[in-house]
């Protein structure tokens, strides 16, 4: 992954599943997108895995559809 790259996944358990392929957001700090119609959640973590199993399981982000990482 380049050093500028961003990677979009659906915000739902399938682009979970993908988030968990990628090699990205373990051990290593990233910033997080979570983009919905009229709504956004800006985050920062060292594991997106874990980071967005919780975000998922939070009604709160029910409107929510996409997750970006930086």
């Known amino acids: 992954m380049s050093s500028r790259s961003i990677k979009t996944f659906k915000f739902n ?3 979970l599943e993908e988030v968990k392929n990628q090699p990205l957001g373990v051990d ?3 910033v997080y997108l ?3 119609s009229s709504e956004i ?3 920062e973590t060292s594991n ?5 199993e919780q975000h998922l399981a939070n009604p ?6 996409e997750i ?3």
């Open 13 to 15: 358990h399938n682009g």
């Open 28 to 30: 290593w700090p990233v």
């Open 34 to 36: 979570l983009t919905g």
């Open 41 to 43: 959640y800006i985050g």
């Open 48 to 52: 997106a895995r874990a980071q967005m």
């Open 60 to 65: 709160e982000r029910d409107k929510l559809k």
């Open 68 to 70: 970006h990482i930086l």
